[in-house]
């Protein structure tokens, strides 16, 4: 098992940052991937940004490239989400995943077995 704690979440206006912030504890050994989502109201969730444990490769959606950034930290377990040049639209509970399958990709819910409790980030214009 592994558990996902996220921090950072937190209000802002448009065109500023946050860093979001995600801890994972457990059977850490076993993550091949770890991602963010993101899930506005009445929306279904939606991916984000993922990181390959080893080696670090990333993928971003569309509508965040250029703005945001993943990272990791693997001697904390930890994985980063920099979000700068916010924007209203981005307004959405965030959340944390770590999948502990090999994939060939890592754009869907389903291919992530761990989720965090996730973090409210609200942006206003």
């Known amino acids: 098992q592994v558990q996902l704690v996220e921090s950072g979440g937190g209000s802002v206006q448009a065109g500023g940052s946050l860093r979001l912030s995600c801890a994972a504890s457990?059977?850490?050994?076993?993550?091949?991937?770890m991602g963010w989502f993101r899930q506005a109201p009445g929306e279904e969730r939606k991916f984000v940004a993922t990181i390959r444990w080893s080696g670090g490769s990333t993928d971003y959606a569309d509508s965040v490239k250029g703005r945001f950034t993943i990272s990791r930290d693997n001697a904390k377990n930890s994985v980063y989400l920099q979000m700068n040049s916010l924007k209203p639209e981005d307004t959405a509970v965030y959340y944390c995943?770590?999948?502990?399958?090999?994939?060939?990709?890592?754009?869907?819910?389903?291919?992530?077995?761990?989720w965090g409790q996730g973090t409210q980030v609200t942006v206003s214009s």
């Open positions: 995943a770590a999948a502990s399958r090999w994939r060939g990709s890592y754009y869907y819910t389903d291919q992530y077995n761990y």
């Open positions: 457990g059977r850490t050994s076993s993550i091949y991937a």
